[in-house]
C-alpha cells in the first residue's frame, strides 16, 4: 500500500524542482525527503526523478505519477475541509496568513486581542509576502492585499475590505534639514524597481539616482528613518512613524484593496467565523487610516 505521507514528499519536490525547496516547505531536513521519495519510488518499481545540475526533473513515469499524486492530494483535501467544515467547536487550531507590514504596524494589537478573547483557539500567524495555498489548508484565512479583483481564485469565498493607499515619505529631520536650504541631494530608496520610480519627481523635493536599494521593506522603512532618501509606503506605515514625514505636493494614490479570504467548508466552522467577524470590523475601523486621511504631523 502506498504511503499518503510519501506522495506529499514526492508531490513537494516535483513542485519545488529540488529536494532543498521541499525539505523548506515540509520543514524537514533533507534527508528526509530523499528517504521518502525513494520509498515511494520502491513501492512502484520506478524511477521518477533525473537528477541534474539545475535540480530535479521529472522522468516520463514521474510525470504520470505526478498527475495521479495530485489527483489523491485533492481528494484527500476535499475530505478533510468536509470534515473541518462540520467542526463548529471553539477550540483548536485557527492559521491566519497576512503580509508582514499588516501584522507588525497594523493588526497585531486586535490579533492580540482576539487570542485573548477566545483562549481556546491556539492562532498561527502565517506572516509572509507569498501567496499562502487555502485550498491545501496551509492556512484557514487570508488578508491579502489586492491589486486586481481579477488574480482573486474563483473558489475562495472574498470579503471585501477597505481600500489601501500610499504615498511617499522621507525622514522628518531631512525634510526639516531640505527645507532650511540644505544642498545634499535627496534621492530615493527602493525595493525592486530599476531606474528612478515616478513618484520621486512629483513633488517638491526633487530626486535624482537611487541611493538605496532593498528587498525587504522593514530596511526600507529604518533606511528612510536614518535619513538615507524618500521612499513610498502605505499610508498605515508612513503616517504613524514618528520619524517620518509625508513629502509635499505628493498626492495619495490608491495602492489596492484589502480582502479577507477563505475556502469552502473550512470557512463555516465556528472558529474561522469568529475570526473574520472580528477582523473584518477592526479592519473597517481602520479606514481611514488606511486611506491616509488621518492628519500628518508636521
Known sequence: MIDWDDVRYF??????????AAAGRLRVNHATVLRRIAQLEDRLGTQMFEKLPSGYR???????????????????NQLETRVFGRDQSVRGLLR???????????????????????????????????VVNLTNREADVAIRIVSDRK??????????????FAGVYMSRDRLAAWRAGAPDPIRPIVIGVQG????????????????????????QIAAARQGI????????????????????GI??????????????EARKT?????????????????????????????
Open 11 to 20: 508531490l513537494a519536490a516535483a513542485r519545488g524542482g529540488s529536494v532543498r
Open 58 to 76: 521529472l522522468t516520463a513515469a514521474g510525470e504520470e505519477v505526478l498527475e495521479l499524486a495530485e489527483q489523491m492530494e485533492a481528494s484527500s
Open 96 to 130: 491566519v496568513t497576512l503580509p508582514p507590514l499588516l501584522a507588525t504596524h497594523l493588526l497585531m494589537p486586535d490579533l492580540a486581542d482576539f487570542a485573548r478573547m477566545h483562549p481556546d483557539i491556539e492562532m498561527e500567524i502565517v506572516s509572509t509576502g507569498d
Open 151 to 164: 488574480t482573486l481564485p474563483l473558489n475562495l469565498h472574498g470579503l471585501k475590505g477597505p481600500e489601501l
Open 196 to 219: 528612478v520610480p515616478d513618484w520621486a519627481n512629483e513633488g517638491e523635493v526633487r530626486a535624482t539616482g537611487v541611493s538605496f536599494r532593498t528587498p525587504d521593506a522593514e530596511a
Open 229 to 248: 532618501g524618500m521612499t513610498r509606503l502605505p499610508c498605515f506605515v508612513g503616517d504613524a512613524d514618528r520619524l517620518l514625514a509625508r513629502v509635499p
Open 251 to 264: 498626492d495619495l494614490k490608491a495602492h489596492a484593496t484589502l480582502w479577507l479570504l477563505t475556502q469552502g
Open 270 to 298: 465556528k472558529r474561522v467565523r469568529l475570526f473574520t467577524e472580528f477582523i473584518s470590523r477592526r479592519l473597517a475601523a481602520y479606514a481611514q487610516l488606511l486611506a491616509g486621511l488621518s492628519i500628518p504631523r508636521d
